[in-house]
Structures are given as structure tokens and as C-alpha cells.
T-cell receptor, first 114, second 110 residues
Framework: EPEVTQTPSHQVTQMGQEVILRCVPISNHLYFYWYRQILGQKVEFLVSFYNNEISEKSEIFDDQFSVERPDGSNFTLKIRSTKLEDSAMYFC????????????FGQGTRLTVV | GIQVEQSPPDLILQEGANSTLRCNFSDSVNNLQWFHQNPWGQLINLFYIPSGTKQNGRLSATTVATERYSLLYISSSQTTDSGVYFCAVVSGAGSYQLTFGKGTKLSVIP
């Protein structure tokens, strides 16, 4: 069964450093998303991306964050200068054009900022 | 924005027991999904169910959109059912943003 793949599974970074989280969405999907989950809390929407541009973004997705689809398969989330409060599980997700309401999630990247 | 409330927040079951998890939402929805977050943190799709009833093995779900709630039924629970169950909805024209509830943490004990 096709799945959304994220790398790395865990990342530890120092405060102030830049991190890039990578995702390979399901191949025929055209809508891409990033969500995050702070430990013990609910999953929160960050951003959606379609046709090479941001469709929606939440208040969390400030100027420190950016997304990119650098090639035909990868989708990345960059955090420019990490803060302690950026520590969370980050989920990439995707959905297809004909069934955009059904969203499939990757296994997550656990980011720890120290 | 739309509010999503799940109950109960915690549930402990003996293996083999049945359970019902509830999700209430504050506005009309275009999409509703149920997810299971396993102990490794992975979000597993269970159902896409903006309305009606669906069944998949021991799990079934019902959404009554007009009354703004959804129910997830787990029958003959197994230890592997343990984890957190999330309800997530999309509301609003042209939006594909999922809003999650806080989840129900299920522990199935042998």
C-alpha cells in the first residue's frame, strides 16, 4: 500500500539552528500538508500546499517556517532558527485530487530542540 | 474556528470488551476522519466518514452530520487497539485544513 515517507524519524538540533524535514508524499497525490503535535497535545495544522504554492496556513506557521517542493517527489518543511518550543512531532500528509478529503499521514519526525 | 470535543478523554478496557468513543463538533463539516495513533506515534487512518455508517472488521463508525457528532465503536477489543483515537474534521468552503480533537486514550489490558 502506498504511504507517505518522512525522514529523518528523529532529529536533535541546537536552538537557533536551521532544520529541514523531508517528506515523500504518495505519488499520485497533489495536496500536501504539514501538521505538528507537541508531546501530549493534539495534532495542529501548519500549512497546506497545492500547485506549488501555499493554500492555507495557520497562525503557527510564521516567518520562521517555509515549505518547498524542490522536485517532483519531495516536500520539505524548513524551520530557520529553531526555538525550544518547536520541539514536537512533525507530520507530513497528502491527499489526492479526486478524494482531497481523505488525508494520509506519514510516520512523523520527532524534532527535539536543545 | 470549529471546535472538536472527544469523550471520554481516557478509557481502560479489559481485553474482549466493547467501547464507544464520541466526537462532537460545533459546526457543519465537509470531512470527518478517525485516526488511531499507535504507541510509536504513527497516525493510522481508520475511517473517512463525513456522514453515514461504515464498518471495517471490529471497528465501525457512524456520523450524524445534522446533529454534529460521530461515534467510533470498537468491539472485542485487543491489546493492539491501545493508543489514542483522534477525530478530525474539515469545515468551511474551500478549506482542507483538518482540525483535531484532543483524542481518547484507550488502554486495553489483558
Amino acid at each position: 500500500e502506498p504511504e507517505v515517507t518522512q525522514t529523518p524519524s528523529h532529529q536533535v538540533t541546537q536552538m537557533g539552528q536551521e532544520v529541514i524535514l523531508r517528506c515523500v508524499p504518495i505519488s499520485n497525490h497533489l495536496y500536501f500538508y504539514w501538521y505538528r503535535q507537541i508531546l501530549g497535545q493534539k495534532v495542529e495544522f501548519l500549512v497546506s500546499f497545492y500547485n506549488n504554492e501555499i493554500s492555507e496556513k495557520s497562525e503557527i506557521f510564521d516567518d520562521q517556517f517555509s515549505v518547498e517542493r524542490p522536485d517532483g517527489s519531495n516536500f520539505t518543511l524548513k524551520i530557520r532558527s529553531t526555538k525550544l518550543e518547536d520541539s514536537a512531532m512533525y507530520f507530513c500528509a497528502s491527499s489526492e485530487m479526486s478524494r482531497v478529503g481523505i488525508v494520509f499521514f506519514g510516520q512523523g519526525t520527532r524534532l527535539t530542540v536543545v | 474556528g470549529i471546535q472538536v470535543e472527544q469523550s471520554p478523554p481516557d478509557l481502560i478496557l479489559q481485553e474482549g470488551a466493547n467501547s464507544t468513543l464520541r466526537c462532537n463538533f460545533s459546526d457543519s463539516v465537509n470531512n470527518l476522519q478517525w485516526f488511531h495513533q499507535n504507541p510509536w506515534g504513527q497516525l493510522i487512518n481508520l475511517f473517512y466518514i463525513p456522514s453515514g455508517t461504515k464498518q471495517n472488521g471490529r471497528l465501525s463508525a457512524t456520523t450524524v452530520a445534522t446533529e454534529r457528532y460521530s461515534l467510533l465503536y470498537i468491539s472485542s477489543s485487543q491489546t493492539t487497539d491501545s493508543g489514542v483515537y483522534f477525530c478530525a474534521v474539515v469545515s468551511g468552503a474551500g478549506s482542507y485544513q483538518l482540525t483535531f480533537g484532543k483524542g481518547t486514550k484507550l488502554s486495553v489490558i489483558p
